[in-house]
């Protein structure tokens, strides 16, 4: 009995004595970036007939679907410096995809390093001077020197070359390396991967068992597609569009002439890449592109299930720009309209964001960086120019900025799309052409979301051109920005501009 007594007495002590809270599960980060991806492309817009990116779907049905995501340049390398430092590229000075790195950017992974994240990166750099080089603020490199290709590989693995052939894929092979990185972490501290991948960039190439899985997909020719074309008969048939049927209210008048002359050019559908492709093959092969980074998404997901790391590990998707397909006969980016200015943008985070949760707000690339260090409980960067809209994802209504600018500068190996300054709301973008013999362009997104009718000569529209107007420049003149970056220029042996091709 005495010795049921002390048992009783010793268990009732230990219950007594509080218990230490379990350690908070870490708040990791995976950040995967697509080339070339617009915002419509991915299954569950409907946007694309046939189109399938089940992983993709999952990620919105399962996160957050950030309806009105922007770059603030549609350009590889300006793009990915803004993400990177959540500056615009007048601030950062990547304003190309050949101009030099700064010496004194900070990069938001180099913060997350300092706060104790294991920190890496897998893919596409393209940025800078810097090549394939290791960049500082990651504990784990891989890349790949300028674009890279789609087919065997040479990687910079922590500065060592290493060469991948077999028909290795790089869309896969990044894949396999990130989830190889990810086995080996300390699961007791947080990390951060940057999964960059190459696709789905110019030229397309699908992965073997991608190849002509798209072959029969019905095309989404827009509207606006033979607007610029004086003779379509011969290349592309009779004009299904040219009917008073199809509603299309165009002011060709006022269309920009480097719009028009660019129909039939390197970035124009009908002289696209030189003739190396039809546009039919062209879109096809750019979804079946894109499957291989669908799949990829599902590999990462399926990693943080099976290790259960999906509560708090929040998973963002993003392009580093959009693309057009033909609209107003234009391909590629760099435009300030909406297919190349667009982004897809999905978060997944369950401990934060509810299923199934739509963010109509504007958010820019320049946003993703603050909303990092947010989650991971770091203060922003005095010298970041966007915010974090973690509290936009927690369904908090909070003071929120409803619009989006935008900035291009001319680049000497694509001379036809001039300087560009812009702003975009919820109804108006206005487009300041700077430097050229052009018009400026204003157009109404409510009735005319296509973008084909410029405004900009309305009467009636004069003052909301001026407001806009004013509007840029004050963007400009507040964050430092009236002052055009000029890098020295590269001149290539047999330079086509030299040619005179394009």
């Known amino acids: 009995m005495r010795l049921l007594l002390l048992f009783l007495f010793a268990l ?7 218990r230490k809270p379990a350690p908070p599960k870490p708040k990791n980060i995976i950040f ?17 007939a046939g189109l399938q990116t089940p992983n993709l779907d999952r990620l919105a049905r399962e996160g957050a679907h950030v309806q009105n995501a922007f770059v603030s340049t549609a350009l590889c390398s300006p793009s990915r410096a803004s993400i990177l430092t959540g500056q615009y590229a007048h601030t950062h000075k990547v304003v190309d995809n050949f ?3 700064p010496k004194n950017l900070i990069f938001f992974p180099q913060l997350l390093q300092k706060a104790g994240y294991q920190t890496a990166f897998l893919g596409k750099w ?3 001077n810097t090549d394939d080089a290791p960049q500082p603020g990651f504990n784990y490199w891989l890349s790949f020197q300028g674009q890279g290709v789609y087919y065997n590989p040479t990687f910079n693995i922590n500065g060592k070359r290493v060469a991948h052939g077999d028909s290795s894929y790089t869309t896969e092979l990044l894949t396999d390396y990130a989830v190889k990185w990810l086995d080996g972490l300390d699961r007791n501290k947080p990390f951060m991967l940057y999964l960059s991948h190459k696709a789905v960039h110019a030229e397309f190439q699908p992965a073997r068992k991608d190849k002509g899985r798209y072959a029969a997909m019905p095309i989404n020719y827009p ?18 569009l040219a ?3 199809t509603g299309l209210k165009a002011n060709l008048k006022d269309m920009p002439n480097w719009v028009k002359k660019q129909r039939y050019s390197w970035h124009g559908v009908d002289y696209m890449y030189h003739g190396q492709i039809g546009f039919n093959d062209f879109y096809h092969q750019y979804a079946e592109t894109l499957l291989g980074v669908d799949n990829s998404v599902g590999r990462v997901l399926k990693w943080l299930d099976d290790h259960g790391l999906a509560e708090t590990t929040m998973v963002v998707y993003m392009g580093d720009n959009g693309f057009s397909f033909g609209e107003r006969g234009l391909i590629d ?3 300030m309209y909406e297919e190349s200015m667009r982004v897809p943008l999905l978060v997944r985070c369950p401990a934060v964001v509810r299923p199934g949760t739509k963010v109509a707000q504007v958010i820019q690339n320049v946003d993703i960086a603050p909303t990092f260090l947010a989650y991971a409980g ?5 010298r970041m120019q966007g915010e974090s809209f973690l509290p936009l994802l927690q369904g908090k209504a909070v003071p929120w900025k409803d619009r989006a600018f935008y900035e291009y500068y001319w680049e000497i190996d694509f001379p036809q799309t001039p300087t560009m300054f812009g702003v975009r709301t919820d109804r108006y973008k206005y487009i300041f052409n700077y430097g050229v013999w052009d018009a400026n362009e204003l157009y109404d997104l409510q009735e005319d979301p296509g973008e084909v009718n410029n405004l900009i000569r309305s009467p009636q529209h004069q003052q909301v051109a001026q407001q806009l107007r004013g509007q840029v420049f004050d963007w400009l003149e507040s964050t430092g920005g009236m002052q055009i970056p000029l890098n020295r220029v590269r001149q290539k042996r047999n330079d086509h501009i030299y040619r005179g091709t394009y």
């Open 223 to 240: 509207a606006s597609f033979y607007l610029t074309a004086t003779d379509t008969s011969k290349r592309w048939g009779p004009n299904p």
């Open 99 to 101: 101009a030099p790195l």
């Open 243 to 245: 009917s008073p049927e």
């Open 126 to 128: 393209h940025m800078g």
């Open 32 to 48: 995967i970036l697509a080339d070339d991806h617009r915002y419509d492309f991915m299954g569950f817009t409907g946007k694309v």
């Open 12 to 18: 009732a002590t230990t219950a007594l004595i509080p």
């Open 378 to 382: 770091q203060a922003r960067q005095p």
């Open 333 to 335: 980016k760099r435009h």
